[in-house]
């Protein structure tokens, strides 16, 4: 399999998880499967994305709330506070 299909490839949860370690000086490369720790700490940094993707879009959702209520407050639309700010 060509490298780029190696690097590309997605792990699915039935197939054990594999690093890619690439010598770029030589251009050797090796694929081995993770260890435990590896795994543990793959585990952990899927946990904080996505902890930090959902605090974003929560974010995200109440800035948009909050944009809303001041532009009824205002009595304008989005297009005329546009206007205002160009």
């Known amino acids: ?20 370690e690439v010598n770029c000086t030589t251009g ?9 720790e590896e795994i543990t700490q793959r585990e952990a940094d899927a946990a904080a ?6 605090e974003a879009d929560a974010k995200a959702a109440q800035d948009a709330v909050a944009k809303d209520a001041l532009l009824t407050k205002l ?6 506070a546009k206007l205002l700010l160009a």
Request: charged letters at 25%; hydrophobic letters at 50%.
């Open 49 to 54: 994305f996505a902890a930090a993707q959902a």
């Open 1 to 20: 399999m060509a490298l780029i299909d190696k690097l590309l490839r997605r792990n699915t949860m039935s197939e054990v998880a594999n690093a890619i």
């Open 75 to 80: 009595g304008i639309t989005a297009d005329e």
């Open 28 to 36: 050797e490369v090796t694929e081995r499967p993770l260890t435990a």
